[in-house]
């Protein structure tokens, strides 16, 4: 069983749309994050989400929002895309960072054309 | 800003060889963490280190955490091309639990047969 699964894997659209990347854990965590990997491969936290609550926003644009159904699920929500917003995006889990660190899902690729 | 600056950036050696690379920051932490990133995935926990001057090993993997926390390296004994990838170093930012992680710009190792 994947332990951090995210769908799609590869996402093409173009500028303006609206779209949804979704990701799920099966390890339990309390805590599920989201971080932004650019073409550089420089990793930035995005969002955090800890028992349903956002507990971390690095000013993203408003035009980004995460949704927590549940503690397993932290979906991403991205409207109005622009081409800025290419890159690979990564949902994380984890119980405590400080000791344990994250554990990754596989990716998921958008290209805004 | 808590930073964490990775050399070298690109590594290219022969099978065989040894290498290190290097984590450094102006900034104390709590723990440091080394994860390896192949391409098309997202990356993995390598290993975790907490006390000042800690050295752990994964195999030919040697990982030391500087004596006043700041800084780290990672040497590879005998280099095969299934350790190519990115290495990423990653930190707690503020300390403390369920906060995020910051990550460096990674070292991108490729080793030839």
């Known amino acids: 069983d994947t332990a951090v699964s995210q769908t799609p894997k590869y996402l093409v659209t173009q500028m303006g749309n609206d779209k949804s990347i979704k990701c799920e854990q099966n390890?339990?965590?309390?805590?599920m994050y989201w971080y932004k990997q650019d073409s550089k491969k420089f990793l930035k936290i995005m969002f955090s989400?800890?028992?349903?609550?956002?507990?971390i926003n690095e000013t993203v644009p408003n035009r980004f929002s995460p949704k927590s159904p549940d503690k397993a699920h932290l979906n991403l929500h991205i409207n109005s895309l622009e081409l800025g917003d290419s890159a690979v995006y990564f949902c994380?889990?984890?119980?405590?960072?400080?000791?344990?660190?994250?554990?990754f899902g596989s990716g998921t690729r958008l290209t805004v054309v | 800003t808590q930073l964490l600056e990775q050399s070298p950036q690109f590594l290219s050696i022969q099978e065989g060889e040894n290498l290190t690379v290097y984590c450094n920051s102006s900034?104390?932490?709590?723990?440091l963490q080394w994860y390896r990133q192949e391409p098309g995935e997202g990356p993995v926990l390598l290993v975790t280190?907490?006390?000042?001057?800690e050295v752990k090993k994964l195999k030919r993997l040697t990982f030391q955490f500087g004596d006043a926390r700041k800084d780290s390296s990672l040497h590879i004994t005998a280099a095969q091309p299934g350790d190519t990838g990115l290495y990423l170093c990653?930190?707690?930012?503020?300390?403390?639990?369920?906060?995020?992680?910051?990550f460096g710009k990674g070292t991108k190792l490729s080793v030839k047969p």
């Open positions: 994380a889990s984890s119980q405590d960072p400080m000791y344990y660190g994250y554990t």
């Open positions: 390890l339990g965590h309390d805590t």
């Open positions: 989400y800890n028992n349903k609550e956002l507990i």
């Open positions: 900034s104390v932490f709590s723990s």
């Open positions: 280190v907490v006390t000042g001057g």
């Open positions: 990653a930190a707690d930012a503020m300390g403390g639990s369920q906060g995020n992680l910051i």
